[in-house]
């Protein structure tokens, strides 16, 4: 089954249209645009008949069955649009689907927004019912994370014929990971701005805004990492957002138990077969691997008592700010001091 950007839908559909899309992720901005393109694409294409639909639990599929069966005599080709929000299509939901493969042909094309789909939902049976009638396309709409942002960045500013210099490009990524929509909004501000399509650091400063979005696993990961700006940075944006303290708590209880369990065992069982055991993901395993090179046994158990003492003192009084604790955690786990500024002493970010 083939997969794509959206970034890489407009050259895909000129030459090479499919009869069935499902725009995969959890970024509402990729998913709305690569709606766009494959909607007006559709349109210039003869596909006038319309149909779109928010899928629930009280959808009357039997809509979608006629619409499929009906004939025109002014057009043929039709477009169907089914909406599941974040969410993958339930049982029943999969059930109507492989019913609707069955009526599928080259005049129809449909389209699918589902939340994001792993492995084993692509070889269910719904998805291959669609394969089997139409030539099915994935479209990964999942934002980009820290590592995929500046490559995103900078192909949708070249699209835009901005030159963005390599520091400007690492301020954006620092204050806009995680919130396209904004980030997308300024590089449209700044081409107004700067009609010369020049980006340079200066430039770029003047506009900024701290609009990054983080959820606590993104602090998890960088605490693993050892990246003591960058958790600082997400701490600041989790609080500015009135995360719930114990989620939070929870979340890095549970990252710092199950280091402290790796740690210990792996003094008679090797990593991969640790990790296997823990059905630990591929992607987080080098996370995981360079906390426990980077920490002691020590160390991880006084990180673990401090998100006990900050689990009592939230219970004892919830009024009290745990903030400055929160801080001491991470000066703990990654082995640094906390920064005065975001910035580094190069003039880098630590993204």
């Known amino acids: 089954m083939t997969r794509l950007y959206p970034e890489q839908l407009l050259a895909h559909i000129k030459h090479d249209m499919r009869g069935c899309y499902i725009l995969s992720g959890n970024d509402a901005l990729l998913q709305q645009e690569s709606k766009e393109y494959l909607h007006s694409n559709a349109i210039a294409q003869g596909f006038e008949e319309?149909?779109?639909?928010?899928?629930?639990?009280?959808?009357?599929?039997?809509?979608?069955?006629?619409?499929?069966?009906?004939?025109?005599?002014?057009?043929?080709?039709?477009?169907?649009?089914l909406d599941f929000g974040d969410g993958i299509p339930t049982n029943a939901q999969a059930e109507s689907l492989i019913k609707l493969s069955a009526l599928l042909h080259s005049d129809i094309l449909l389209l699918l927004k589902t939340g994001r789909l792993t492995l084993q939902h692509e070889n269910s049976l719904w998805i291959k019912s669609l394969k089997t009638t139409?030539?099915?396309?994935?479209?990964?709409?999942?934002?980009?994370?820290?590592?995929?942002?500046?490559?995103?960045l900078s192909t949708r500013a070249n699209a835009m014929s901005l030159n963005l210099e390599k520091d400007a490009l690492q301020l954006l990524c620092f204050y806009y990971e995680g919130n396209l929509l904004a980030?997308?909004?300024?590089?449209?501000?700044?081409?107004?701005?700067?009609?010369?399509?020049q980006l340079t650091?200066?430039?770029?400063?003047?506009?900024?805004n701290d609009a990054a979005r983080f959820t606590v696993y993104h602090l998890a990961d960088s605490l693993l990492a050892g990246k003591n700006k960058r958790s600082w940075h997400?701490?600041?944006?989790?609080?500015?957002?009135?995360?719930?303290?114990?989620?939070?708590?929870?979340?890095?209880?549970?990252?710092?138990?199950?280091?402290?369990?790796?740690k210990l065992m792996s003094h008679h069982s090797s990593l991969k077969i640790l990790f296997d055991q823990k059905k630990i993901?591929?992607?987080?395993?080098?996370?995981?691997?360079?906390?426990?090179?980077?920490?002691?046994?020590?160390?991880i158990t006084q990180a673990i008592s401090l998100l006990a003492h900050i689990e009592l003192k939230v219970k004892?009084?919830?009024?009290?700010?745990?903030?400055?604790?929160?801080?001491?955690?991470?000066?703990?786990?990654c082995g640094k001091h906390l920064p005065y500024s975001l910035e580094s002493s190069d003039g880098t970010f630590d993204v």
């Open 281 to 299: 993901w591929q992607s987080r395993r080098s996370l995981i691997t360079q906390a426990l090179h980077r920490l002691s046994v020590q160390q």
């Open 50 to 81: 319309q149909l779109v639909i928010t899928v629930d639990s009280h959808m009357e599929w039997s809509t979608v069955f006629n619409f499929c069966q009906e004939l025109n005599l002014f057009s043929t080709k039709k477009f169907i649009f």
């Open 134 to 152: 139409s030539n099915v396309a994935v479209v990964i709409c999942q934002t980009p994370d820290q590592e995929q942002l500046p490559r995103w």
């Open 201 to 208: 650091y200066p430039r770029v400063e003047q506009s900024v």
């Open 183 to 197: 980030l997308t909004q300024l590089l449209s501000l700044l081409s107004l701005l700067y009609p010369d399509g």
């Open 316 to 333: 004892q009084d919830y009024s009290q700010s745990v903030w400055s604790e929160f801080e001491d955690l991470i000066m703990m786990i």
């Open 234 to 262: 997400i701490l600041q944006q989790l609080r500015n957002e009135d995360i719930e303290v114990l989620i939070l708590l929870r979340v890095l209880q549970k990252e710092l138990i199950q280091l402290l369990d790796m």
